[in-house]
C-alpha cells in the first residue's frame, strides 16, 4: 500500500543555517511514526514543514495523489486533511473550547451552525472533555487545553495527524491524559507523526521510530530496535541519555 | 460685591446661562456629531489599514507607514489650516465641518492604525499556525483569531487616543465651525462674561466623562475570562 505521506530530499534554511538537509521519510496507513533526537535537530521543523507551515527550500511531499511542496496547489484544501497539535496547545484563548472546535468546521468545512455544533460536541466527548465544552482555555488545565486541540485537530477528519511535543509544556501530572488520547487514536487506526521526548510511550507505541540529529535521519526502525539495538553510534549515545 | 460674588457673576451668571443655552446646545450637538463621525470613520480606516499592512506587501505598506508618521507628526491645526484656505485655490472649497470632520478623521486613523497594528503584532504566532493549520485562509484567521485577540489588547491606548483626537473638535472654531467652543467664544464676547465658557466645559464634561467610563466598561466586558 502506498504511503500516507512521503516525504523526499526535503532540505529547509532559515537564512545561511540549514535546518534541514535532505530528509527522506515515508509513513504508511494506521502507522504512528515518532521522531525522536536532541533539541535543534530539526524534528519540529521537519513537522511544519509536513503542512507547510514553514517553507521549505528544496524536496518533495507526496500527500494524497499531490506533492504539497508544488506551487499553486489549494494549501488551505490540503491543511484540512492534516491535523495539527501543538507543544503549546495554542488554543484561541477568546472562545470556548467548543468554540475552539467549531471555528475550521464552520469557516473552513463550512458546515451549518447546527451540524458543525453536534459534530463538535462529539469530537470533545472523544476526548472526554463534553462537561467542559462551554469553558474557556484559561479556565482549563494544560492536560485539558491540549486535549480539546486534538479535538480541534480532529473535527477536521485530517487523514494524518502531527503532533509536536504535545506533552512537553504540560506539568507531569497531566501528561498521561494526553497520552491516553493518542493511544486511543492510535487504536483506531489513526496515521500520525509524533514528535516527542517520552521515550517511554514511544517504545511501547510506535510503529516506527527516527532517531534525527542535526538536520538528517540518522536511523529509523521498529522501537525495538533503536531502543535496545541501535545501529548508530549517535543514536547509541542518545538513547542511552536519554533513559537516564 | 464681594470677591466670591464677583466671581460667580463672571463664571456662572446665571442670566447669561438662559441667554446663551440655546446656543451652547446647538454646538453641543454639533460637536456630539463630527465626534460620532470621526470615531466611527477613523476607527474604521485605522482598522483597516492595520488589516491591509498585515499582508505584507512592500510598496503598500511603505505608503501606510509614510501617511501614519506624516499625520502622527504634523499638528491637526496645521492641516486644517491648509486644508480649509489652501484648497479653495485649487477650485476645491469644503465646508469647516468637512475639513474638520476630514482631519480629525485622518489623524485618528493614523494613530488607530498604528494601535492596532502593535495589536496584530502581540498575537502569539502560535495563533496564526493553529488557525492556518486548521485550513484557515490568512483573512479568516486574522478576522476569527488574530483581530478579536489584538482589538481587546488595544482597548485602552484605543481609548485614550480616540478621546485625545475628538476633543480637537475645538479646533474648528478657527474655521467657523458652529461647535461647541464657538458657540461659547462667540457667546462670551457678545455677554462680556466667561459663563458661556463655563457651560462649555460642562458641555464637554458631559460628553466625554461617559466616553472615559464606557472605554474602561469595554476594557472589562472584552476581558475573556481569566482562571
Known amino acids: ?244 | 460685591m464681594t470677591r466670591f460674588e464677583a466671581f460667580l457673576d463672571t463664571f456662572f451668571n446665571a442670566s447669561v446661562m438662559q441667554r446663551y443655552l440655546p446656543d451652547i446646545i446647538e454646538g453641543f450637538f454639533i460637536t456630539c456629531g463630527i465626534a460620532i463621525l470621526v470615531v466611527l470613520a477613523g476607527l474604521a480606516l485605522g482598522l483597516a489599514l492595520a488589516v491591509l499592512r498585515s499582508y505584507r506587501i512592500r510598496l503598500v505598506n511603505i505608503l501606510i507607514v509614510v501617511f501614519v508618521d506624516l499625520l502622527r507628526a504634523l499638528p491637526p491645526l496645521v492641516l486644517i489650516l491648509i486644508l480649509y484656505f489652501g484648497l479653495p485655490n485649487l477650485g476645491l472649497t469644503l465646508s469647516g465641518f468637512v475639513v474638520l470632520w476630514l482631519v480629525l478623521t485622518l489623524v485618528l486613523a493614523a494613530f488607530a492604525e498604528e494601535i492596532f497594528w502593535a495589536g496584530i503584532l502581540s498575537v502569539d504566532q502560535g495563533q496564526w499556525a493553529a488557525a492556518r493549520s486548521t485550513g484557515l485562509g490568512f483573512f479568516q484567521a486574522l478576522a476569527y483569531v488574530i483581530l478579536p485577540q489584538a482589538i481587546r489588547l488595544t482597548i485602552a491606548p484605543l481609548t485614550n487616543r480616540t478621546i485625545a483626537i475628538t476633543k480637537n473638535t475645538a479646533l474648528g472654531m478657527v474655521i467657523g465651525v458652529g461647535e461647541l467652543l464657538n458657540q461659547a467664544t462667540t457667546a462670551q464676547s457678545f455677554a462680556g462674561n466667561a459663563t458661556p465658557l463655563m457651560m462649555a466645559t460642562v458641555a464637554y464634561l458631559i460628553l466625554f466623562v461617559p466616553v472615559v467610563y464606557l472605554g474602561r466598561w469595554i476594557e472589562t466586558r472584552f476581558a475573556w475570562r481569566r482562571a
Open chain 1, 1 to 244: 500500500m502506498a504511503p500516507v505521506m512521503s516525504i523526499s530530499g526535503l532540505r529547509l534554511s532559515y537564512g545561511a543555517t540549514e535546518v534541514l538537509s535532505g530528509i527522506d521519510l515515508d509513513v504508511a496507513e494506521g502507522e504512528a511514526t515518532f521522531v525522536i533526537g536532541p533539541s535543534g535537530s530539526g524534528k519540529s521543523s521537519l513537522l511544519r514543514c509536513c503542512n507547510r507551515l514553514e517553507e521549505p527550500g528544496a524536496g518533495h511531499i507526496q500527500f494524497e495523489g499531490q506533492d504539497i511542496l508544488a506551487s499553486g496547489i489549494d494549501l488551505n484544501q490540503i491543511r484540512r486533511r492534516i491535523g495539527m497539535v501543538f507543544q503549546s496547545f495554542n488554543l484561541y484563548p477568546h472562545m470556548t473550547a467548543l468554540g475552539n472546535v467549531r471555528l475550521a468546521l464552520r469557516h473552513v468545512l463550512k458546515l451549518p451552525r447546527d451540524k458543525a455544533d453536534a459534530l463538535a460536541k462529539t469530537q470533545l466527548d472523544r476526548v472526554g472533555l463534553s462537561e467542559h465544552m462551554s469553558q474557556y482555555p484559561a479556565q482549563l488545565s494544560g492536560g485539558q487545553q491540549q486535549r480539546v486541540a486534538i479535538a480541534r485537530a480532529l473535527a477536521l477528519e485530517p487523514r494524518i495527524m502531527l503532533f509536536d511535543e504535545p506533552t512537553s509544556a504540560l506539568d507531569p501530572e497531566l501528561v498521561g491524559e494526553v497520552l491516553g488520547v493518542l493511544s486511543e487514536l492510535k487504536r483506531d487506526g489513526m496515521t500520525m507523526i509524533v514528535v516527542s521526548h517520552e521515550m517511554r510511550f514511544a517504545q511501547n507505541a510506535a510503529d516506527k521510530v527516527v532517531f534525527m540529529s542535526d538536520g538528517q535521519i540518522v536511523e529509523e526502525g521498529p522501537p525495538a530496535q533503536i531502543f535496545d539495538a541501535p545501529q548508530a553510534q549517535r543514536t547509541r549515545d542518545f538513547v542511552a541519555q536519554a533513559a537516564l
